[in-house]
């Protein structure tokens, strides 16, 4: 088995009259760990029900492995699908499970379930074979849909929200699962998620998506030094988003009268959003021409090695903080109190509001 | 103010399941005297009768066996022959009818609207008095009655049909129509419970529709057929009045044959068939249940 490229060519489309995907053009490399992160709604899902083939494109065209197949279904496109609720049938073992797109060729029993046996032991499920879906707990049920998923040969596997019904640390650990699997068998993944945590974890390439659009794609790295515009900085987190207008050349104004220095070629009076990562923001000022801001203590999180301050603006906007707990010792924070945090300049991205164009500072 | 202990109520606690306590027991009173009287003793006194002895004009108390080995006579075999043909042919129909009506209902239908009234058009007719409904089929199918007048006129036939009515015919037609309603909705309901990801699984794994009905729509429908099952079985072997109001007097079954036998008074003799009647529907019950899990759908 070894990966395919997909490619999606303007693809659009409508449930009734809700448009759910806006002409979206996409492509993932063969091999590549692809992920596919937005808010609820914002059409990821569809997306990937497209290329499935369980859902029919309106428009635009749909490509696997170089070939067309907006008119193949599901079982023919070189495609496999890991359902949200692992859809593992129940009146069945996890050996026929596994064996069920075999049986359904009329790959004989034997080789079948040899075939099965193998891909089982290989998602670390061997010796489960003769067990019913009920008597699985979430991450062995996870296995057994990938093994059946893997059993129908695809060059791309598409992953529904995989991660989303496990609990916190067996996420974790079937992520990297996820991550070892697809570089051993060399497939390309495409896994919707919603959290970004898990996109930013697995991805060779992130596709963030809000409202039926592509808003940017990119390395996990680049998406997040380089947010394209404001709901990607926000929705990946990790970031400070604050609004304002531009005033003087080279100044933003806050609505609470503060100014921020930010470099930008827009005109005066222009609604900006400013993005700034949580964790460029400190309480102490390093040098004389940093970027401040006042603001009220909100709610402190002790996160273990981390720590999150949440915070609200004088004139109310709610943003946060993210500082080493070893250094947080030396500042002493307490709730409601009113303190000035700053930043380097350079780090402050501005966006105009309305446009999603990205202009560093 | 020294004294810190709060006014006495009575102890409460927590519900436990299973503690007998009077007023657990008033509770269940009810439904066990129902039971009782209704169920356990009626049965019970049927079953002490079955064998008692009978003198050619009454019965008086005792143990014998021999009603139960006059059920082995050639003539009353073929009565619970009867039976079970006329029973087995009417669920094998209502199965296949039931089954494609459930299977149209939840999955060839995209709004509920239309669901609940095409369901509501499938049952509610059968609201209407099953005795009527029976008698009526006799001016359809009389020898001037519907059917047959159509088709004379018609020109498709000379004389009219006589299988038509007082026949094994007319009676697994008139169960057909009336149980098929009642096959259909447990099926609907255990069909419609099936996780439709399950079949979009089996068509990612390249199931056509006949692979998807038989490998995963039929094995899951399974609880709601075998609960269907039971209902047809039990209302059509323990059914008279549509054997003797269509079936002519030539058609035997046990059911008649009980009737028959207490009106005449034979009650040890009734009592044993209605014994006998009874251990074959247990027997189907429990093979039913052996291979199907109906616990789920409870």
Not at chain 2, 104 to 130: C, Q
Request: with cysteine; glycine share 8%.
């Amino acid at each position: 088995m070894s990966g395919g490229a997909v490619e999606l060519i303007n693809v659009t489309k409508y449930y009734d009259r809700t448009l759910a995907v806006d002409g979206v053009s996409l492509s993932v490399a063969a091999g590549e760990y692809c992920c596919l992160l937005g808010p609820s709604g914002c059409g990821k899902t569809s997306t990937l029900r497209m290329i499935a083939g369980h859902e029919l494109a309106d428009r635009g065209d749909i490509v696997v492995g170089g070939r067309r197949v907006n008119d193949l279904p599901p079982s023919e496109r070189g495609t496999a699908m890991m359902f949200q609720s692992y859809a593992l049938f129940p009146h069945l073992t996890v050996l026929d499970n596994v064996g069920f797109a075999p049986m359904l060729r009329g790959v004989p029993k034997v080789e079948r379930i040899e075939e099965s046996r193998r891909l089982l032991s290989l998602v670390g499920l061997g010796g489960w074979e003769s067990r019913y879906p009920r008597q699985l707990s979430g991450g062995q049920a996870q296995r057994a849909a990938l093994a059946r998923a893997l059993n129908a040969r695809p060059q791309v596997l598409l992953l529904d929200e995989p991660l989303s019904a496990l609990d916190p640390i067996l996420r974790i650990q079937m992520r990297s699962e996820l991550k070892r699997m697809q570089l051993e068998l060399g497939l390309t993944f495409i896994h919707v998620t919603h959290s970004q945590e898990e996109a930013l974890a697995l991805s060779d390439r992130v596709v963030v998506m809000e409202d039926g659009h592509i808003r940017q794609t990119g390395t996990p790295l680049d998406v997040f030094e380089r947010p394209a515009t404001p709901f990607v900085a926000d929705f990946i987190g990790g970031h400070a988003i604050f609004r304002g207008t531009t005033g003087q050349p080279g100044n933003t104004v806050l609505p609470s009268g503060e100014i921020l220095h930010t470099q930008t070629k827009f005109g005066t009076g222009t609604p900006v959003a400013l993005a700034v990562r949580c964790d460029a923001i400190s309480f102490a000022r390093r040098s004389a021409d940093d970027n401040s801001i006042t603001a009220r203590v909100v709610t402190i999180e002790h996160l273990g090695a981390l720590i999150r301050v949440t915070l609200k603006t004088m004139d109310g906007q709610d943003f946060s903080v993210v500082i080493p707990e070893r250094a947080e010792r030396g500042t002493r924070l307490t709730v409601s109190e009113i303190i000035s945090l700053y930043w380097t300049v350079a780090d402050t991205r501005i966006y105009a509001e309305k446009q999603a164009q990205p202009k560093a500072a | 103010m020294t004294d810190t202990a709060l006014p006495s109520t009575k102890t409460w606690r927590p519900h436990t399941r299973g503690r007998l306590d009077i007023r657990t027991l008033l509770q269940v009173s009810p439904l066990w005297a129902i039971l009782l009287m209704f169920l356990v003793l009626p049965v019970a006194l049927i079953v002490l009768v079955s064998f008692w002895r009978f003198s050619g004009f009454t019965m008086e108390p005792g143990f014998v066996l021999d009603h139960y080995r006059d059920l082995f006579r050639p003539s009353t075999l073929n009565l619970y022959i009867n039976t079970l043909r006329i029973a087995g042919i009417t669920w094998l129909i209502t199965a296949i009818i039931g089954f494609t009506l459930a299977y149209h209902l939840t999955f060839d239908l995209n709004k509920p609207a239309t669901v609940t009234i095409k369901f509501m058009i499938l049952t509610i007719p059968f609201f209407t008095s099953a005795v009527i409904r029976t008698v009526a089929w006799v001016p359809v199918l009389g020898r001037n009655g519907l059917v047959n007048s159509s088709l004379i006129s018609l020109g498709l036939i000379e004389e009219p049909l006589n299988f038509l009515l007082y026949s094994e015919f007319a009676v697994i037609l008139a169960y057909v129509h009336a149980m098929t309603g009642i096959m259909m909705a447990p099926i609907f309901n255990t069909m419609n419970r099936i996780d439709r990801s399950l079949i979009e699984a089996a068509r990612d794994a390249g199931a056509n529709g006949w692979q998807v009905l038989r490998h995963v729509v039929l094995p899951l429908s399974m609880p709601g057929i075998a609960i269907g099952s039971i209902f047809v079985l039990t209302l059509v072997v323990g059914d008279v009045a549509t054997v003797r109001l269509l079936g002519g007097g030539q058609l035997g079954t046990v059911s008649v044959a009980i009737t028959n036998q207490s009106s005449l008074l034979q009650f040890p003799i009734a009592c044993a068939n209605a014994v006998a009647l009874l251990a074959i529907v247990l027997v189907c019950i429990a093979v039913i249940l052996r291979f199907v899990n109906i616990r789920r759908e409870l």
